[in-house]
């Protein structure tokens, strides 16, 4: 997978996807994580990329011009001409677990992050094939919340993870929140590892696991059990247990 990053700071990506999952899925050849600068793409002296926004308001605007050249130029010097063109924006569909498996599949994908006030609404329209949110709240600049998007996606892109399964139980992966792990030793200032995990008896360990991430889901995030992957049995249980 290659993944090409537009941005205004680059310099900000060196670090997080150096290391871990992210660094590791570049140095075997699995991923590839490029940043290209906007700026580059401004013809003035001083590579300007924002303007003050018509109509009136506070904060500057990134500029239609710079932005459609940097993609146009990119995307040529690449095999991959189609691709997903996402925009990081707070006005984007939520961010899920669903949405980077359907990421993962594609052989390319191009970021746009915003900064400042906004972006022309034209780089929205024209140019962006879709636009993601991390969350209900509105960050500097589109930089972070494009790192989040790709560690997201990286760790599904099949070998990075040490084992496909790694990313099976994770929580949202089935609409639930995952199970509680527990690690050595088996008793830590008097808090005991469930008898269950001990037990060697994986048909009962498979099931604690599913009851605990059922119960763990109620009272954390019933929101999301309506559209969970549930069975008749399993929503009547949560029914009878709420």
Not at 169 to 175: A, L, M, R, V
Not at 199 to 221: F, M, N, V, Y
Request: with cysteine; proline share 5%; charged share 25%.
């Amino acid at each position: 997978m290659r993944i090409d990053i537009l941005c205004l700071f680059p310099e900000m990506f060196v670090s997080p996807f150096g290391y871990s999952i992210t660094g590791r899925a570049q140095e075997r050849g699995l991923v590839q994580v490029f940043t290209h600068n906007i700026r580059d793409y401004a013809h003035d002296r001083h590579r300007t990329v924002d303007d003050y926004p018509y109509g009136g308001g506070a904060g500057m605007v990134l500029k239609p011009e710079p932005m459609f050249e940097a993609v146009e130029d990119v995307r040529s010097k690449c095999d991959f001409a189609e691709c997903p063109v996402v925009l990081l924006t707070p006005q984007g569909r939520p961010l899920t677990q669903s949405i980077a498996a359907e990421l993962a599949l594609s052989q390319r994908i191009m970021l746009i992050c915003g900064h400042y006030e906004g972006i022309d609404e034209r780089v929205a329209e024209q140019l962006a094939t879709d636009q993601i949110s991390i969350g209900d709240y509105v960050l500097t600049g589109g930089e972070i919340a494009a790192m989040v998007l790709v560690d997201a996606v990286v760790r599904l892109v099949p070998g990075v993870l040490g084992s496909d399964e790694s990313a099976v139980g994770d929580s949202h992966s089935d609409g639930l929140l995952e199970y509680p792990q527990y690690t050595r030793p088996e008793v830590f200032r008097d808090w005991e590892v469930p008898a269950v995990l001990l037990s060697g008896h994986h048909g009962e360990i498979a099931a604690w696991r599913r009851k605990q991430s059922i119960l763990r889901t109620a009272a954390r995030r019933p929101d999301l059990l309506a559209s969970a992957t549930l069975t008749d049995k399993e929503r009547i249980w949560i029914s009878e247990n709420s």
